[in-house]
């Protein structure tokens, strides 16, 4: 079972966009991921007259390590570390810092 899933709102711990929080878009394979609004980079865009794309500089969201980030307890309104425990069989993920359930 994963610690962060798609759409978990998450906090940055480290680097350049410290202290930011978005969503998160996409989970890469090599423990990285997507959030949105953090690590915006510019990309030269070139045109497609065919499909009427416009060509220019845009703002798209790289990829950041996972370690970088953590999961933002609203309670709390702090980053927050999770935990595994088991309900009704059922493996469930909770904040560690007052077990209340993330998946709710």
Do not use: Y
């Not at 009427?52 to 969201?61: K, L, N, P, T």
């Not at 970088?68 to 493996?91: E, H, M, P, Q, Y």
């Amino acid at each position: 079972m994963r610690k962060v899933r798609k759409e978990d709102e998450v906090i940055v711990i480290a680097g350049r966009d410290k202290g930011k929080r978005g969503a998160i878009i996409e989970i890469l394979a090599d423990d990285r991921v997507v959030v949105s609004g953090v690590n915006l980079v510019k990309k030269h865009q070139r045109g497609n007259p065919q499909s009427g794309e416009r060509g220019g500089i845009v703002d798209q969201e790289a990829p950041i390590h996972a370690s970088n980030i953590s999961i933002f307890n609203d309670s709390t309104n702090a980053a927050d570390r999770v935990g595994i425990t088991t309900v009704d069989g059922k493996k469930v993920r909770v904040f560690k810092s007052d077990g209340r359930l993330i998946d709710e």
